[in-house]
T-cell receptor
């Protein structure tokens, strides 16, 4: 089955700097890659997703890139703000079992003022 | 829409007792998912349904766990008998379907379960 690895496990950045989280996946058939943000004690919420027919997607300060050949995808947050502090999860699934999201272990991002 | 609704929000029980977690998906969503989240194992998919039919239950840890979806607006996850290692946050999520943004999964607030 699919295996998703996520790095780093923790990331501390100064407010205004950029944050980058990287994930690798094992199943070459994976074609859907969402990113979820989970604040302390809250539910995971989708912040951005990308499909395998697209190499990059951007939404304001957040961008995701996908390298299908290398089987890795990354989340980029620019101009970080304290409210970006949370745990971020990457995930992957394929069209044969698209509902079966395999999540990475998560990255704790701390943005210090 | 109120979003995905879960009850109870917190549950404390003793080992050996039966625990039933409840979920109401977003109206019109055809897919429903049950997840378990722990520090050690992260976020794990337990089972998911399409139009009330279980599609994949390979994540259900063992026979003590069972899930049902008797209709489009209600699902239960039951643990019988419960054990301390079942302590976790259990999330229910729902989505419209597949493709064109329909696969976005919306999570409920979760049920925090503590088995003593």
């Amino acid at each position: 089955g699919e295996n998703v690895e996520q790095h780093p496990s923790t990331l501390s950045v100064q407010e205004g700097d950029s944050a980058v989280i990287k994930c690798t996946y094992s199943d070459s058939a994976s074609n859907y890659f969402p990113w979820y943000k989970q604040e302390l004690g809250k539910r995971p919420q989708l912040i951005i997703d990308i499909r395998s027919n697209v190499g990059e997607k951007k939404d304001q300060r957040i961008a995701v890139t996908l390298n299908k050949t290398a089987k890795h995808f990354s989340l980029h947050i620019t101009e970080t703000q304290p409210e970006d502090s949370a745990v971020y999860f990457c995930a992957a699934s394929n069209s044969h079992s698209w509902g079966k999201l395999q999540f990475g272990a998560g990255t704790q991002v701390v943005v210090t003022p | 829409d109120a979003g995905v609704i879960q009850s109870p929000r917190h549950e404390v029980t003793e080992m050996g007792q039966e625990v039933t977690l409840r979920c109401k998906p977003i109206s019109g969503h055809d897919y429903l998912f049950w997840y378990r989240q722990t520090m050690m194992r992260g976020l794990e998919l337990l089972i998911y349904f399409n139009n009330n039919v279980p599609i994949d239950d390979s994540g259900m840890p063992e026979d003590r766990f069972s899930a049902k979806m008797p209709n489009a607006s209600f699902s239960t996850l039951k643990i019988q008998p419960s054990e301390p290692r079942d302590s976790a946050v259990y999330f229910c999520a729902s989505s419209l379907g597949f493709g064109g943004g329909r696969e976005t999964q919306y999570f409920g607030p979760g049920t925090r379960l503590l088995v003593l």
